[in-house]
């Protein structure tokens, strides 16, 4: 049985663990507080209470990573925790790691983005990718999704505060819903797509005034103020390498009809 082990057992990571529960995978799964480890033994995954922005406990973290892969999916951008974190893999049996990532690694250069597009070099993000991808004792997968949308995450939401404003407003957005997500790096995993880099967003790609007119009218929020201007600036990310790699149809392909929890 493939071991993985999840670290970050969030919004993504959880049912991400969960999912890969369900297909006969073994794994692991980390949390910053004891109180969540119930939840994780709950479904079946073993908790370890761990956190990379803290001193790093070695023995622990070894114990963590004894699996045959390793997901990365924390939103932090401590450059020395992740640095510490290689040195522990690099005497692990981890072999591939996945590594959750964000198209914001690319610049608003008003053009269609592909994976061949240069990365911003100034981005911390990018350069935590880069730490990983050079490693030559495991080979990483980097995903870069797109705005993330779903369970308990509706943008509408957004709005409900007073004096939120949207600039930009005829710019399209770029967004995932949560369970192609889950369903993509489950891909990648049983595919055995490795070394690999992949953008990850929806077919379609509304204006900002479009998509986010609607998901404040479908929970009746107030439409937002949108900030007009002469010049937009934007990107459109492109999923076809993704699709074409992997012969993945997306859950949700047009992110104006997804329906959230309300």
Known sequence: ?????VLGCGWLGLPLAAHLISNGFEVKGSVRSKEKTELLKSISVTPFVLDIDNEMIEQLWKAFVESDILIIAIPSKNQAGFSSLISV????????????????VYADNNAVITEEMVESESSVLFQIESLFTQSPA????????????????NPGRFFQKSGRSVSNPDAPVNMIHQDDCV???TQIIKQKKWGEVFNACA???PSKREFYTKATQNIGVSTPEFIESETQTFKIISNEKIKKTLGYEFIYPDVMQISYDI
């Open 203 to 205: 077919d379609s790609h």
């Open 1 to 5: 049985m493939t071991s993985i082990s």
């Open 183 to 185: 369903e993509l790096i």
């Open 138 to 153: 495991f080979t990483t997968t980097v995903i870069r999704f797109s705005g993330l949308v779903g369970y308990q995450r």
């Open 89 to 104: 893999l690099e005497t692990s049996s981890v072999k591939q790691v996945v590594f959750v990532s964000s198209t914001s």
